[in-house]
Structure formats: C-alpha cells, structure tokens
C-alpha cells in the first residue's frame, strides 16, 4: 500500500505531462500453475542483490489511429479514441538496497517476434550500474500467451487488441515511475519491440512526453502502424524531437535500411556494430534457457550450422544503458560512429574479409575470423576461422595477440562501447585462446607427435640393443668363459632396459603398488577417512559476503520445485592407511591410525514437496581440479525425476585454493566460511561418510535434519575426473568397511584411484605445475553395491588393461564421440564462476571446436538404471567397450596407452569411433567427433559434413528427422537417455538446417 501511495503521489505531481487514465498497480503477484512469472530472471537475482516482482496494472486505454500516412520523415499524427478497459502485467527489478539505485527505470517494450514475450535487456551492466527495469506486455498476443501459459495467475489479464498497447505501454511506464519513486524512464525495444518503439517515437512521445530517452535495437528502421494492424514500413527518427534517441543495429540490419540511415545530432545517435547479427550466439542459447525452464516451443533454434557469430552486441547495448543515462542525466553524449561501408547495396570488406566502419568491437580490430552477417542468411551469422598461417602471420607470438586485444578492449571501453568487466573478460579469453596455435586437429592422425616421439624412442632402444648384443658375442668369440649365471644376468638387464624405455615412451608406469605422478590435465585427486565417531550439523547457514553459497545453483532453483540449503559439519574424522598393496585389483584393506578434528560445508538439493521425492540422495565428492569446489550436477533429469543432491567439500584445496591465486571458500566469503578447516587431505575419507551418515535413513534424529524431513531410502556416491579417482579409492576401501552407499558412480577417471596419504593431494613439480598422486586399479570384484563406471573416448585411451569387464554388481560404459569436458557442464560452471567472480580454467576446453556428444545425458540415464537394478533387479544393458586399434598386451598398460594414441580408435564409414555407447549424434552423424589431447584438449573436437556428404546421407530434411527420431527412441528405450533428452533431440533435428549447405557465399564485396 505503501507503494501504491508513493506512485499516486507521483502521478499528480506530473502534472498535465499525466496521460488522462491513470493505471493503478496490483500488490506483487504470485501463485499460478509455474509459480513464478513468466520470462522471470534466469538465476537467482537477489545474488545480485536485486528484487524482483511482477504486477497486474488495469484501467482504460485510448486506441491510436493515424490522422494522415505513415509519412517517412516520421512526423506523424495520431489520434486518441474513446477508452477501452484493459489488464495487463509488468515484470520489475529494482536495487534491493535503496542507495544502489541510479534513478533511472529502463522500460522494456515485450518483443513478439516469436509469438511469444522475448527480453534482451536483463544484462551484467544494467544490475551492476544500478538501474531499474520494467519488462511491459503491452500486445494482445503477448497477454493471450500469458493466459495459457499459466491460466491460474494471468486468467484476468486482457489486451482487446493491439490499437490500445501504445496507450497501454505509456501507462505502465508512469505507473512504474511511481513505483519505483524513479527520476528518468528510458524506453527501449528489440527487434519487433523496437519497430513499436519507433512509431512510439515519431507519434506518441511528442503527445505525451513520458520518456526522456528512447533507444531501439536490431530493427533496422521498420516499424509498426497504430491500429490494430500489423503493417510495417520503412521511416526514420523524426528530427523534432526534444529527448534523446539511440538507434543500435547489427550488421545483419544495415543492408536492409541503408536508404534510411540518419546523420547524428545533438539528440541522436546510431551506432552499426561491425560483424555482428541480429541473435549473437551466446545471447540466442541464454534466451533458450529461459524457454527450456519455462517450457515454451523456440522458434528461433535453427542457428547456423557452421558456426554461429560469436560478437554479441549486448555487451554494446549493456554500455549504451550507461551512454544514455549520462546523456540525460549529465549532458554527456556518446561517441560518434561512422555507420557500416556499403557500396552498390554490398559491404565494402577489409583484408580480412569483416566490414569497414561502424562500431568496432575487439574481435573485428583484432580477428581471428571472418564475422558474417547478411538478410539472406540465417540471422545468426557465421564465424569462419582463420587458418593457422593467417594467425601466424598476424600475431608472432601469444603474447602479442593478448597484448593486441587488451589494448583493443581497454580502448572500446574508452569509446564507451562496452563496460569494465567486458574489458576484463576480453583479457581473460584472449590468455586461454590458441592463438596462433593450429586451430584445427590433424585429423590424418589425431596423435601423430606421440607416435613420432615413440618411434625415435624405440628405434634408440632396438639400436642399444643391438649394440650390446654385438658386444656380448664378441666377447663370447674371444673365448671369454662366463658363467651361465652371468649371461642370464645380461639378458636380463637388456630385457629392463626395454620394459623402462617402453614405460617411459608412454608416459606411465605400470606400478600396481604405489601411488604415481601424473600430470594435472587428465586425472586428479581426492581424500578421505571414516568413523562412527559424534559430528554436528549446523544451518541452514545463511549471510556471508555475497549472501549465498559458493557453487550455489545457477537459476531460481525454486521454479523447478527444489529448495536448496547450505549446512555446515564438524566433528573428528580419522585418517586411513593401507595394509598391504593398493593393487591394481582394487582388493585393499585399510586401518584407522589417528584423528583429527575438522568443520567444513555441503549443499543440499531436495524437493520442497516430499511427495515427488524419489526416495533417492546423490552424494557428490566436489572436484578441486581448478583450486575451489565444483559440481557437475545441474542436470535437469536429476530434478524431473525427484532425485535429492548433496554437494560436499571434503579437501583441503577446496577450502583455500592454489597459493598462487587463492579462491578456496575461505578466500571467496571469509565471513561465511572462516570457521572451516580440514586440517590435511587424510581426513576427507572419513568426512564423506560421515556427511553420508548425516542425511542416510539412519541419521541421527535428534538434531538438525538437512532433509527436511523427507524419507531417505538409498544413497548414491559419485565423483568426476579428480573427485572420481578420490570415489575410487572410496569404494574399494572404505565402502567395504561402512556399507553406506547402495549405489557409486564413477565419472571420466580412467581408473586412476588416490592414495591414503594425510599430505594436500595436489603437489607441485619442480616446474611448479600441480601434479596428482595417484594409483591405478580396478573396482574390486567383491563389492558390496552397484557400482556404474562411465568413461568417454578421452579416457579410453589410458585405460589399457584397467578397463573393468562387467559383472554382478559393476557395469562399465564408454561413450564414443564424447570428451571430458561435457559441453553442458562447462557451460554451467561457466555461469557459476561469471557470476561468483571467479577466474574459470574451463572457460576454452577445445581449440577448434567442441564435440557436442554429452556424456552428462547418459549420466541421467544411468541414475535410472542404477534405481532399477537395486529396486528390481533389473540389469543393465550390457553395451561393447570402444574398439581401440592398440596392442592389446596384458598388465602392459605403458605399451597399450601409446598405441592408442598412436592408432587411436577403429572407425568407420563416418571417421567416427567404432563400438561404446553410440549417442544419436553417432548413429545419425553430421560432423566427426572426436579427441585429441594436444591440439582439441579436454573438450575434443567436432568436424562437421560436407553439404555434398550430408546430401548423400539425407537427401531429404524429413529423411534426417526420421532417423535421429528413430536413434533417439531406441537410445531412451535402452535406458542411456531420459525421455526429455529424447524430445529434444527430435526437436534440434526438427530444426537443424540438414542437408542444407554449411559455408555460405561471402563473396560479397569482393
């Protein structure tokens, strides 16, 4: 009420600037069918320190006719009607603290282009310059959508037709205004949204005079007529106008309204982005995001196929918010720039092929490709690489290219085209960035310096060999009298001297019985201990220096029907020391030896309603790999399905980070977390299972339930690369001993296990890189749940004779065309480290080009076959190990890892690997994919098809739809993927642009 009555305030001190019908706004809106609006904010706002609400705002509003044309100097003059009753809705985000807010409200006009509600303006800049802003449903269609996308919270909502949503949009701005108790309003609008904009503009602003700027985006001068009709045309930014104005356009527009460009003013601006199309790939796959949570059918999923256009002027538009607010609230204009070189209705190119002119972002000032945009081609655009020569000759040397770019950033920034924290991202993706490294895998022979280094070795060998033996029978000729003893003692010596000069071909011990060093990039570690000592639960725990938990899930984990709650455990764990071997068997028998007490954290995922809960608990050991916590759990089948998750810190290096750059949880929120401490990485054993115990269905009952009281019938442990090797370790001692996991599920780690060692399990080489102690076994026969082992083609290669058959209990896959890194995973550990403010490793997994086969959907599927198998006794599948082209010589894993890499995989027709778990992507292939450590790293690499080859596979888009259709089903009807992974590959195929042609024409200009 309070609001209400600020805004009615506000409303009569307008004056005559006061449209005739005053809108009054609801209370916040909440309920409904979803429970949350719709085209919410994606992720958690209040992390950044933001509130959002929704209101229904109801009144009467007057119809716009045109009085005379649509003239093209945009000097229009419409006419009110009599009134019509009308409700609609506006989504609001405004500063949680009151001092954070700049005064001014961006009021976003709801694209339809889709058919339904689009928002482009909730970007990084705006929240962290403090502005507020208003998402308006000012269209018939819009409000129509609302209705049945959630009958129960917007059944009310009525636009009669679209004559009244000028009328509509200026209403709910001033009712904002008061709202918020803002001092400007900038109206703004994308795509369709800014057509409307613009008729706004050149009629209705000069009538009312309720703005103090007006910006449209990627409309390319068209725009709407008042009415009720949908008619569009061509005009310009009447030059009258006493406000400010921004026009903003890819290149994709500037073709398409050359004839209507406008000359900069005192109060006009245009800027033309050079390279860029109207959907940037990063911002079209964010607003997929929105409408996968939300449920909506995209029509904007056909992307480009080669490679989607990767300048993304949002990053502009977020500099623009800022450019204007000066401009109205300082004086200060922006920068003049001039528009895009067009000659004979073509783009005038430069050397590299990209556009002269316009405004210049760093991947057009420094490029490593040529950036495509054009009306007649998918308006994602292209990226065409350079090839490795053109890089070498452009940029000598890394540093120079990084060097180039940072200056290239800190000038745009300068420009005030984009803002600090671009400047800084430009920076960090220029260090990671292959350049001038070969872009592009040597797909003759994915490991061919291997096989080069391993032959030279070998000949070196044979050569010794020889020698020796020469020596030896001219001794023997000379008459030279040796016992037999001796002799043996000579053949056994050169025999050592071939197994060590193998081993150190490849790399890799075969040492069964102590822990080894290997380097950091493929295996890492954990560690662990147990007891059925005391611990204490403490939490929810809450505040802290940014106010959430570290790793916290990216989104509003509330509109998936989850709660999730941080709670902290101490106690005393003990450490774990082997009697006997850790032998490649994985039979190991560990004993307790000392104590030590210890405080550290979990993050707990569950159901708000006990009644979709499955009954079922993920454990998750956090990986440490990059020097603080990460999960790979953000999977939507672990929701859809009801599964509960904990996330548990249980090593020293996820508490305090590497020393270099600490950003352990002690470094990120000292406030939260400075009562944690794991004394040594002995312990983490004993901690994972006492955290186990804390949420088993044997917990104690007396204390803090993390549960919240739901029913926990089974838990599963798992743990991915470094963590899995710690889960492996895990299951083949501990497990054993305490019996608390029904089911493990071991992730990518190449069966590599961790030693029981009370020291950090990171340690740094002479070099300083960090390096893994680490044991290769098995998982032992004998034991006591279900274990799942996954591994993809990355990992394959280092197993050798530790690749585990399956049996009773253990099921063992590998996920042909897949690589370490999945690619939905690393993009969801790229959004929790962006918006926790932490410098990613994982930012560029792949030099050239991920693979997009996704072992985290098989993931999914296993978590389902791992229930049934338990529950029901119903075995998995048992599905064919990858067909590695290798020597296959027993407990020789030194021999059998070179010749993997060296020979790497039988393939067939499609270059792609024989045999493992066959995704659609390898059933019905488009690209190759596949691995190569060296130049594609963790992320592997993907080659797409020829337009020739796709046409001989597919002559027809219809045939390509069927069979992925087909591929999908029988993967779902196997268990490997969930039923929504099946409809989505169905719906990408559905829109992919198979057979059509890859690489556009871009001779233009030329």
Known sequence: ????????????????????????????????????????????????????????????????????????????????????????????????????????????????????????????????????????????????????????RYDSLTIPDDSLSYDIFTQAAQAAKGLLGAKKLIAVGCSDAGSRILAYANGIQPLENTFDALMTVVNGGKTFGFGNGVEKSFTVVRDDLSIPVMVINSQ????????????????????????????????????????????????????????????????????????????????????KFTPIEIKNGEYVLNEYGNVLSGVRLPEIEIPTAQYAAHPNEPLAGYTIRFSEDELKKLYPTHEDYVSKVSESAKKAEDAGIILPYRTAEYTKAAEVTSVPVMLMPDLSNPYLIYFIIGTIVLVLVIALLVFVTVKIVKKIRKGRKKRKGNKMKQITALMLICVLSLSLVACSGGNNNS???????????????????????????????????????????SKLGYIEEEYFIEGVAQHYQPVGELGRDGQWTLEAFSTAPYKTRFIVRRPADPAKFNGTVIMEWANVSAGYDISMMDNQGLFDEGFAYIGVSVQVNGLTGFEENPQGLLAWDSERYGSLNIPDDGLSYDIFTQVARAVSKDSPKDGVDPMGGLEVKKLFAMGESQSGGRVLSYTNGVQPIEGLFDGIVLIVNAGRGNDFLDEMAHVKDESGETQLRNVESRVREDINCKVFIMNTQTESAFLGSLSQPDSANIRSLQVAGAAHGAPSIVESINQRTDRDGISNIFSELSAYDMTVVDWSYVFEGILIQLENWIDNGTEPPHISEMEAANWILPNVDSVNMLMSMVFGYHEDEYKNAKGGVRLPELEVPTARYSVNMLTSGLGGYRIPFTEEELLKLYPTHQDYVDKVTAAARAAEAAGLILPYRAEQYIKEAEAAPVPRAVVPELSYGK
């Not at 998402?135 to 409000?143: P, Q």
């Not at 607003?287 to 990767?310: F, H, M």
């Open 1 to 152: 009420m309070k609001r209400i009555f600020v805004m009615l305030i506000a409303l009569v001190l307008l004056g005559t600037a006061v449209i005739a019908y005053a809108a009054p706004v609801s209370e916040a809106v909440t309920g409904g069918d979803h429970g949350w609006a719709y085209g919410a904010y994606f992720g958690d706002i209040s992390q950044l320190g933001y509130i959002e609400e929704e209101h229904f705002i109801e009144g009467v509003a007057r119809p716009y006719q045109m009085t005379g044309e649509l003239s093209a100097d945009g000097k229009w003059t419409p006419e009110a009607g009599e009134g019509v009753p009308y409700k609609t809705r506006i989504l609001v985000r405004y500063p949680e603290d009151s001092a954070k807010f700049n005064g001014t409200v961006i009021v976003e006009w709801a694209d339809m282009s889709n058919k339904y509600e689009t928002s482009y303006a909730d970007a990084q800049g705006m929240y962290e310059n403090g502005f507020a802003y208003v998402l308006v449903t000012a269209e018939k269609l819009g409000a129509d959508n609302l209705k049945t996308w959630d009958s129960a």
């Open 515 to 557: 822990a080894q060093i290997l380097p950091n990039q493929l295996v890492q570690v954990m560690d662990g201990a147990t007891t059925r000592g005391g611990f204490e639960v403490t939490g929810p725990v809450a505040g802290g220096e940014h106010g959430w938990a570290f790793g916290a899930y990216f989104g509003d984990i």
């Open 252 to 335: 994709t527009e500037a073709l398409s309204y050359a004839d209507y460009r406008q000359s900069d003013t005192d109060l006009f601006r245009s800027w033309e982005i050079a390279g860029a199309a109207y959907a940037p790939d990063k911002q079209t796959r964010f607003l997929w995001q929105k409408t996968d949570r939300d449920g909506i059918t995209d029509l904007d999923r056909e992307i480009a196929e080669y490679r989607p256009n990767e300048i993304n002027w949002l990053y502009t538009l977020n500099a623009a918010f800022l450019r204007v607010h000066e401009w109205i609230n300082d004086g200060k204009s922006p920068q």
